[in-house]
């Protein structure tokens, strides 16, 4: 009952709907593709009153930019414009959550693409390079928390990796649920806390 109670809340109170966010820098090179680039969440998504957002993506250039937010407050179109700056380097590792938070967000949509599209070497080496790289533990590389893994051997942690996703195919009962509850645990991480 109180689950259902706060989930009612939740959707009865929407901030804005069919939101989608933009990044408009002041020199953009536009030959260089999108300054902004894998943002998450993508596509656009709902907002709800009192619901924090925390968007998270890489970027090619540093320097002064404008974050436009459109979508719909009732049954008008809004939009809102964010002055922001962002830094070529930072001089101390206050942010540096956001950088595993960004690469959480990366593993759950990797992990959506394997399950979607089947195995895909390219990806296989992203998940085991990020999952090295910022200490992120999935059901395909639970096999680097074992002290004897080496972590500088890619090839050997891919094909253990690839390994995982087959035994890990399973789409039905138990388990299956289980895989797809875990990815969207790491497509969802929203503040520092939830890294640790």
């Known amino acids: 009952e109180a689950s259902v109670s706060k989930l009612y809340n939740r959707i009865g109170s929407p901030g804005m709907t069919d939101a989608k966010f933009a990044f408009q820098f002041a020199n953009a090179k536009t030959q260089q593709g999108p300054p902004a680039q894998r943002v998450y969440p993508s596509g656009t998504f709902d907002l709800f009153a009192g619901e924090q957002l925390v968007l998270v993506g890489r970027y090619k250039q540093a320097g002064a930019a404008k974050v436009v937010?459109?979508?719909?407050?009732?049954?008008?179109?809004?939009?809102?414009?964010?002055?922001a700056?962002?830094?070529?380097?930072?001089?101390?590792d206050s942010f540096a959550f956001a950088e595993k938070l960004w690469a959480s967000r990366r593993v759950g949509e990797i992990l959506d693409q394997l399950d979607l599209n089947g195995r895909n070497e390219e990806l296989v080496k992203e998940l085991v390079?990020?999952?090295?790289?910022?200490?992120?533990?999935?059901?395909?590389?639970?096999f680097l928390a074992d002290e004897n893994t080496n972590l500088r051997?890619?090839?050997?942690?891919?094909?253990?990796?690839?390994?995982?996703?087959?035994?890990?195919?399973?789409t039905d009962?138990?388990?299956?649920?289980?895989?797809?509850?875990?990815?969207?645990?790491?497509?969802?991480?929203?503040?520092?806390?939830e890294l640790r």
């Open 129 to 142: 390079q990020l999952s090295t790289r910022h200490g992120i533990l999935t059901p395909y590389t639970s």
């Open 85 to 92: 700056e962002f830094a070529a380097k930072t001089s101390d």
């Open 69 to 83: 937010v459109r979508g719909r407050v009732g049954n008008e179109e809004k939009k809102f414009e964010f002055p």
């Open 153 to 170: 051997d890619l090839a050997a942690n891919s094909a253990t990796t690839e390994l995982s996703l087959e035994r890990l195919a399973e």
């Open 173 to 193: 009962g138990l388990r299956g649920v289980a895989q797809r509850r875990a990815k969207a645990g790491y497509q969802r991480l929203s503040n520092e806390s």
